[in-house]
């Protein structure tokens, strides 16, 4: 909880933000699940293969909630932020694996409810999924889609990869607070070195980096061959 006499600033935006970011993952997904293919998806259109507006959407959503994760982080205990982490995340987690495992799995199984609850071992999916969310809630004989669209088809949940990122940037807030580095200049430094370490050594999406990209029109370029191009 936040210190006494300590107000906690209110941003009414944020959570539109988030909601934006969020619906145009499903917005994204639409394409490849009713077409087969992304490729008529305005995103890919414009700028090519896989660059859909969900990926877009995820990063704005990411970057969003670790402003607010942050915010929650200055407050209180180490002990008192993981804990409200983990009311945040895991009552929530549970009833979707319930509801997922136990009624939307059913009506999507060949078996019929009966013999899929005899045959497609819901209980040890709830127990794996719980303990590790990035399993995805894969389940025997349940599929909702053409499985020839995406290996999604067959996993009852799988946009649960995104909690097991959560916990794991959870602990390194948690960290940062134990050891006294959670201050803002030293957040801005690690944001410096976080953001050039990924633009000149990790390749990250998109591939053209900033630094090389107006090099990237001459194939013979050292800079151009560094960018893995």
Excluded at 69 to 90: D, E, H, K, N, P
Excluded at 104 to 126: A, K
């Amino acid at each position: 909880m936040p210190g006494r006499g300590v107000t906690r600033p209110f941003y009414p935006n944020v959570n539109i933000i988030r909601l934006i970011a969020a619906s145009t993952v499903i917005f994204s997904h639409a394409f490849l699940i009713s077409e087969k293919t992304e490729a008529n998806e305005p995103f890919v259109r414009l700028l090519g293969d896989d660059k859909i507006l969900g990926i877009f959407g995820v990063y704005a959503f990411f970057i969003t909630s670790g402003f607010l994760v942050t915010q929650s982080a200055q407050f209180g205990s180490v002990g008192g932020f993981l804990w409200r982490r983990a009311l945040r995340i895991y009552p929530a987690l549970v009833v979707c694996i319930l509801l997922s495992v136990y009624v939307l799995s059913p009506l999507f199984s060949p078996l019929g409810i009966r013999r899929y609850l005899r045959w497609s071992n819901p209980l040890e999916t709830t127990v794996l999924s719980v303990l590790n969310p990035s399993y995805g809630m894969k389940l025997p004989n349940v599929q909702f889609y053409d499985p020839a669209i995406s290996w999604l088809a067959t996993f009852t949940n799988g946009s649960l990869w995104s909690i097991s990122q959560e916990i794991f940037c959870y602990l390194i807030l948690a960290a940062l607070m134990a050891i006294g580095l959670l201050r803002a200049p030293f957040m801005a430094l690690a944001l410096a070195v976080g953001v050039t370490w990924q633009l000149f050594f990790e390749h990250p999406w998109p591939d053209t980096q900033l630094i090389t990209i107006s090099l990237l029109s001459r194939p013979t370029s050292s800079a151009v061959r560094f960018s893995g191009s």
